[in-house]
């Protein structure tokens, strides 16, 4: 059978006992061999080993009737029960038990104590996770809020059918132009049945040119002298786009009609003024006697009035 390879402490005096030198007297150094080679065997056997004095002495190679003088002749050993026993083994056996006892229970509480600290900082660990969650969930509900306050803030509720952009809104009840607003429709919102209709880009086109309308309208002696240049904006600002979806005006991020065209005529006129027309040599000199002439009457009118009499050479 498999023999545990434990160690047992071994009395360097041991040797001066009386019954050890008594079994030396007897049997010589050999008896103590024997009595050595017997006290592993009750380690080995956890303190008792069968009385068998042929089978030890075969394991010892030693005569049966020596083996059998060693253990019921000195003193050194117990035969109990066809069991030799040894008062000195079962002793120290004893203490290594306890020891190795304590040592058990040491080490199972220093697991718990490790279970309990690695429970404790994954508790830790948690909680930490849990507040880092409650504090991204309240930051996410708090930008939420802002923003639905800044919806609310802009207005942009709309309830039942009406329309998104209104351009028709800007010109009041008695015909004034209101820059308030400065959109062109774009779609119609239908909040009963949550649907969207967008307008057709025609149609967007003839609101624009509505809004045009109503604005030269209330500054027609302003604008009157312009009209190609007017016609020439409304065909910039109302080109589409590649595909066919958007004018050149709803790409822009801000777009008041009041404002663009009053720039519009203003670099027309700066234009006009860098660059005169060429007057070719005809026109030039019928300019020239034609102003001369006006200041001529001037002259005549003016001397009249004095009552000097013009008379001619």
Same mark, same amino acid.
């Given at each position: 059978m498999p023999k545990e390879a434990y160690y047992f402490s071994h009395d360097y005096g041991a040797r001066h006992d009386p019954k050890m030198i008594n079994l030396q007297i007897k049997h010589g150094i050999a008896g103590i061999g024997c009595f050595w080679c017997i006290v592993e065997m009750l380690f080995e056997e956890g303190g008792e080993i069968p009385c068998e004095y042929e089978r030890i002495a075969f394991e010892l190679r030693m005569d049966a009737s020596i083996i059998e003088s060693v253990i019921n002749n000195f003193g050194l050993f117990i035969v109990s029960d066809d069991y030799i026993? #040894?008062?000195? %083994?079962?002793? &120290?056996?004893?203490?290594? +038990?306890?020891?190795?006892?304590k040592a058990k229970i040491?080490?199972?509480? &220093?697991?718990?104590?490790?279970?309990?600290?690695? +429970?404790?900082?994954? #508790?830790?660990?948690?909680?930490?996770?849990?507040?880092?969650?409650v504090s991204k969930i309240d930051a996410i509900k708090e930008r939420k809020g802002k923003e639905r306050k800044r919806k609310e803030k802009k207005g942009k509720e709309i309830k039942g059918k009406e329309i998104k952009k209104v351009c028709s809104e800007k010109i009041s009840e008695n015909g004034?132009?209101?820059?308030?607003?400065?959109? =062109?429709?774009?779609? %119609? %919102?239908?909040?009963?049945?949550?649907?969207k209709e967008v307008l057709k880009i025609e149609d967007r086109a003839a609101a624009f040119r509505s809004e045009m309308d109503a604005?030269?309208?209330?500054?027609?002696?302003?604008?009157?002298?312009?009209?190609?240049?007017?016609?020439?904006?409304?065909?910039?600002?109302?080109?589409?786009?590649?595909s066919k979806t958007k004018m050149r005006f709803?790409?822009?991020?801000?777009?008041? =009609?009041? &404002?663009? =065209?009053?720039?519009?005529?203003?670099?027309?006129?700066?234009?006009?003024?860098?660059?005169? %027309?060429?007057?070719?040599?005809?026109?030039?000199?019928?300019r020239i006697l034609h102003e001369q002439r006006v200041l001529a009457m001037q002259r005549i009118e003016n001397e009249e009035?004095?009552?000097?009499n013009y008379k001619p050479y």
């Open positions: 026993k #040894s008062n000195s %083994v079962l002793k &120290r056996l004893g203490l290594r +038990n306890e020891k190795s006892q040491s080490a199972q509480n &220093r697991w718990q104590n490790n279970t309990k600290n690695a +429970n404790v900082l994954n #508790s830790d660990a948690n909680a930490l996770k849990n507040d880092a969650n004034n132009f209101s820059t308030e607003q400065n959109f =062109i429709p774009v779609e %119609v %919102v239908d909040d009963k049945n949550k649907k604005l030269l309208n209330t500054s027609l002696a302003r604008y009157s002298a312009y009209d190609e240049e007017i016609e020439n904006f409304f065909s910039y600002w109302t080109e589409t786009n590649p709803e790409m822009q991020k801000t777009f008041e =009609i009041a &404002r663009r =065209i009053g720039y519009w005529i203003y670099t027309a006129k700066k234009s006009i003024i860098r660059n005169p %027309v060429q007057e070719d040599k005809t026109t030039k000199t019928l009035a004095e009552g000097i």
